[in-house]
């Protein structure tokens, strides 16, 4: 197991950018996948980003290619989310998650993960 805590979050103008980082606890962090979902009530959980163990391999979601960065610190257990060119759709509570998987890959759905964040409130405003 390992524990996962969310900061960066915040209120920003559309257009801003934000950075969020997630710390992890533990000496295996460099053995998990790592991920940046998003939620909205009423709506499913959807995966933003995503990263390998190694950090060799990346997901996003269309929805904000070109404008998020995902990357991590395996010195630091720190993975983040780089955060460009927000939108009022960008608002939602952003949640990180790890995942030791099976391979050097990433995973990109809620399904695949097992260490969850609290969560951190993200709201744009126009």
């Known amino acids: 197991q390992v524990q996962l805590v969310e900061s960066g979050g915040g209120l920003v103008q559309a257009g801003g950018s934000l950075r969020l980082s997630c710390a992890a606890s533990g000496r295996t962090f460099s053995t998990y996948a790592l991920g940046w979902f998003r939620q909205v009530p009423g709506k499913q959980r959807e995966c933003v980003a995503a990263?390998?163990?190694?950090?060799?391999?990346?997901y996003y979601a269309d929805s904000v290619k070109g404008r998020f960065t995902i990357s991590r610190d395996n010195a630091k257990n720190t993975v983040y989310l780089q955060m460009n060119s927000l939108k009022l759709w960008d608002t939602a509570a952003y949640y990180c998650a790890a995942t030791r998987g099976g391979t050097d890959s990433y995973y990109h759905t809620s399904l695949d993960y097992g260490n969850w964040g609290q969560g951190t409130q993200v709201t744009v405003s126009s």
């Open positions: 990263i390998s163990r190694s950090g060799g391999k990346t």
